[in-house]
Structure formats: C-alpha cells, structure tokens
C-alpha cells in the first residue's frame, strides 16, 4: 500500500544548526559589517571583545580609549561614568530582575563635535558581561521632533531640548545650541522630567530613544 502523502507542516525541518566553531566565526564577520561598534566588556572595564568599527573608534582615541585599567573616556570624569556603569550592568545580578539598558553620552575631543552615543546592555553569560552599543553620530539620524512632541505633549522648546539630550549632549551644550541660558534650559529640562513621568536625564534619554527608534 503507497504511503499517504505527508501534509506540508510534517516535513522534516531543514538542519539550520552550525558547529560551534563555524557558528563563531560567522558571527564575528557579520558583526564586522555593522556600521555601529559593538564590544563586550567585563565589570572590571576590561575589554573581552569589539567589532572592526569599535577597533576603529578606539585608534581615533577620540571619546573611548583602552589602556591597562581598560576601557576608559576622553577626561577623568567620563571614565568614570563609564567604568560605573560597567560595574552595574556587568556584576552578578543572582535574584535581581534584568537591569534595564543604560544609555551614556561620552563627549568627542572637538567643540562641534556631537558625542558618541553608548547603550550598555546585562549579558547573561557565565562571567557576566556588559554588551556596548556605540553609535557614532554620522550614523545616527536627529531624534525627529514632531514625534516626541506628540508622543509627551512637549513644547517646541521642550522637545528640542529633549531631542538634544537623546542625541548625547550635555545640558550646558543643549542650553547654548538652543541660545538660551543654562537655567531656562533646567527649567525646560524639569518641565520634561514632568510630561514625561521621568526622574532623570538617563531614564529619560532610554525612554525618547525607545519612542523615538521606529521614526528614525
């Protein structure tokens, strides 16, 4: 008796698993191709891994750099930031829901310069592990204004000045792109934090990022 043709969904899958080797290697090379930098770092600042365009970010030795205590910033204090926000993303976490993703700004070494934009996220792996996420500017289109403006009920001057802080920028910088004095900027800054149900500038720059990304 001839076997009752299968239904199309009881095929037998097509084998998609790669060796581990195989599987590595590739996906070092499609990292390659990203046009963002991409690194693995420890909760020490010590580097376990970057992509071709972090490698490149990292020889310009213009906001991140790499030394013996690791990764490190332009000035004290941004190497500071950034090796603190390392130690909380990439510390053991046992019982402690996910952390959320961390968004840090480190300025370039030029005056005009808009700075590299970082989103660190946990890795769940056994070291834990934070995974760094660099846009550099030329690949990271404005926040759109009208989108931020709807989405909060912002002013004109509340979303520019929101759009400027997504984009990386220090609040004094955001006062002088926008021509106005650092102390109407923290009060269009605290009018924000109100519209937008948020206590500060990360949490804030995380959430304009998250409504912002699909209309970029």
Do not use: W
């Amino acid at each position: 008796m001839r076997e009752p043709p299968r239904h199309p969904a009881a095929r037998e899958p097509h084998a998609t698993a790669l060796p581990a080797a195989c599987d590595a290697t590739l996906l070092s090379e499609l990292l390659d191709q990203l046009l963002i930098g991409v690194m693995l770092a420890d909760a020490s600042a010590q580097l376990c891994y970057a992509n071709r365009r972090a490698q490149e970010l990292l020889a310009e030795h213009d906001s991140l750099v790499l030394g013996p205590a690791g990764l490190g910033a332009a000035s004290a204090r941004d190497t500071r930031r950034l090796r603190h926000a390392l130690a909380l993303m990439a510390a053991p976490h046992a019982g402690i829901p996910a952390l959320p993703t961390r968004y840090l700004a480190l300025p370039r070494r030029s005056p005009q310069g808009r700075p590299l934009l970082l989103r660190l996220s946990p890795l769940p792996s056994a070291p834990p592990r934070a995974a760094i996420f660099i846009t550099p500017p030329e690949h990271s289109p404005p926040v759109p204004r009208e989108a931020i403006t709807e989405a909060f009920g912002l002013t004109p001057r509340e979303a520019a000045l929101a759009g400027l802080l997504a984009e990386g920028h220090e609040l004094r910088d955001c006062a002088r792109l926008l021509l106005m004095g650092e102390g109407t900027a923290r009060n269009h800054l605290k009018h924000v934090f109100e519209k937008t149900v948020k206590h500060s500038q990360s949490a804030l720059v995380a959430e304009l990022c998250r409504i912002a990304g699909p209309c970029r």
